[in-house]
């Protein structure tokens, strides 16, 4: 099946800073990326809707300038968490779905990202 | 809005018990509906996809089901092994970019 990956797959930082994670599709063209937070024992929770060239499509309740989104080319989306706090601390998870004449919608996901902010 | 729910929250099972999770969504106008596994600490792992048109799809020992009209699919495990512990998840998928729907998910334990 298709590849996803995730980089970093792990990342402590302090308060305050800025963490970016990159979600690539390896094998096909992604027109559409999706980006979810994970807690411990909970399902995936959607965070945005990411299109190659436009702008993220946010979920409710998802501040959009502290969880920007970039989706610069048909294999690459980037997450950037901005002045991360404790509360942010959490798995990260992309998925990715092939663009063309694909008839199943089905989407690939990464290895996720456990971001631990200190 | 789409609801997805599994039942059971949590199963436990001597090994070599064949098992059924199941999954209901509110709306059946779905496009296909995935079974995933998740182990700890890791991503999701595609099982089985079922198309809006088909009932069924096999792989090994998962079989997946879906019935549109009633709003449920199941996902059968046959013979489980202590490697199937994981947590199991569905999600269902409307057309187009639209995003996937999960369910909470099953927390698999079969026990050697």
């Known amino acids: 099946g298709a590849v996803v990956s995730q980089h970093p797959s792990r990342v402590i930082c302090k308060s305050g800073t800025s963490v970016k994670i990159e979600c690539r599709s390896l094998?096909?063209?992604?027109?559409?990326m999706f980006w979810y937070r994970q807690f411990p024992k909970q399902s995936l929770m959607l965070m945005a809707t990411s299109n190659e060239g436009s702008k993220a499509t946010y979920e409710q309740g998802v501040e959009k300038d502290k969880f920007l989104i970039n989706h610069a080319s048909l294999t690459l989306s980037t997450l950037t968490v901005t002045s991360a706090h404790p509360e942010d601390s959490s798995f990260y998870i992309c998925?990715?779905?092939?663009?063309?004449?694909?008839?199943?919608?089905?989407?690939?996901f990464g290895p996720g990202t456990r971001l631990t902010v200190l | 809005k789409q609801e997805v729910t599994q039942i059971p929250a949590a199963l436990s099972v001597p090994e070599g018990e064949n098992l059924v999770l199941n999954c209901s969504f509110t709306d059946s106008a779905i496009y296909n509906l995935q079974w995933f596994r998740q182990d700890p600490g890791k991503g999701l792992t595609s099982l089985l996809l079922?198309?809006?048109?088909?009932r069924e799809q096999t792989s090994g020992r998962l079989n997946a089901s879906l019935d549109k009209s009633s709003g449920r699919s199941t996902l059968y495990i046959a013979a489980s092994q202590p490697g199937d512990s994981a947590t199991y998840l569905c999600a269902s998928s409307g057309s187009g970019n639209t995003p996937l729907v999960f369910g909470k998910g099953t927390r698999l334990s079969v026990i050697a």
């Open positions: 094998d096909f063209q992604a027109t559409t």
């Open positions: 998925s990715a779905r092939p663009g063309g004449a694909s008839h199943l919608n089905e989407q690939f």
């Open positions: 079922i198309q809006s048109s088909q």
